[in-house]
Each structure stands twice: as structure tokens, then as C-alpha cells.
């Protein structure tokens, strides 16, 4: 079982950055894949970006690639989207994700999930 709850969502302008933070316990966070969706009103789930158990891969929507960035600190069984040029159309519900590298970076599915946390852009 892994227990994730995330944190850092909140208004912000166009143009503007946020760092999204999820902590996890409960199974060794360092030996599972992670990764964020998000899900705006009337809209399906969608993924964001994956990361490996080691860090060594990532993978990112088209949407996002360029402007965020998915990291991890197994130490501290946390993992980070940091934010940058938020748009409008980023708005949503983000949530934090843990399971198979594959299934999460192709968007199909997480064995475990956040509560999420709210992420406004304003124009």
C-alpha cells in the first residue's frame, strides 16, 4: 500500500509558476514509478508526467513538455512537478500517482492515487 497526498496547487496569473509537492508512506517509495495526471471540469483524467523509481526516466504530455518538470527524492519519499508558463488551459485538478512506469507514461492507469490538489490559472 502507498499513501500519497499532494500539496503546492493554488491561484496564480498566465505566465506564472507553481511547484507541486506529494508525499508518500508506506511501501519503499524508491522502488515504485510515479507520476501526475490532472482533470479539469467536464474533462477526462489525462496524464502529465511520469518518473521511474530511480529517476533515470521521465516522460511528459505534449501539453507540458518544455514548461514542467517531474523530479523525486526517494530520501525523502517525495515527488515534485515544478510549474513554469502556466497557461489557463492548465487548469485543474492535479493528482499524484503511483505504479507501473508503463502504464502511468502511456496515461492508462495508477495502482495508487492522491486526494489532489487544485491548480487556477487566471489570464
Known amino acids: 500500500q502507498v499513501q500519497l497526498v499532494e500539496s503546492g496547487g493554488g491561484l496564480v496569473q498566465a505566465g506564472g509558476s507553481l511547484r507541486l509537492s506529494c508525499a508518500a508512506s508506506g511501501r519503499t517509495f524508491g522502488s515504485i514509478s510515479m507520476g501526475w495526471f490532472r482533470q479539469a471540469p467536464e474533462k477526462e483524467r489525462e496524464f502529465v508526467a511520469a518518473?521511474?523509481?530511480?529517476?533515470?526516466?521521465?516522460g511528459y504530455a505534449e501539453s507540458v513538455k518544455g514548461r514542467f518538470i517531474i523530479s523525486r527524492d526517494n530520501a525523502k519519499s517525495s515527488l515534485y512537478l515544478q510549474m513554469n508558463s502556466l497557461k489557463p488551459e492548465d487548469t485543474a485538478l492535479y493528482y499524484c500517482a503511483a505504479g507501473p512506469y508503463g502504464s502511468i507514461v502511456s496515461g492508462r492507469s495508477a495502482d495508487y492515487w492522491g486526494q489532489g490538489t487544485q491548480v487556477t490559472v487566471s489570464s
Open positions: 518518473i521511474s523509481a530511480n529517476g533515470g526516466f521521465t
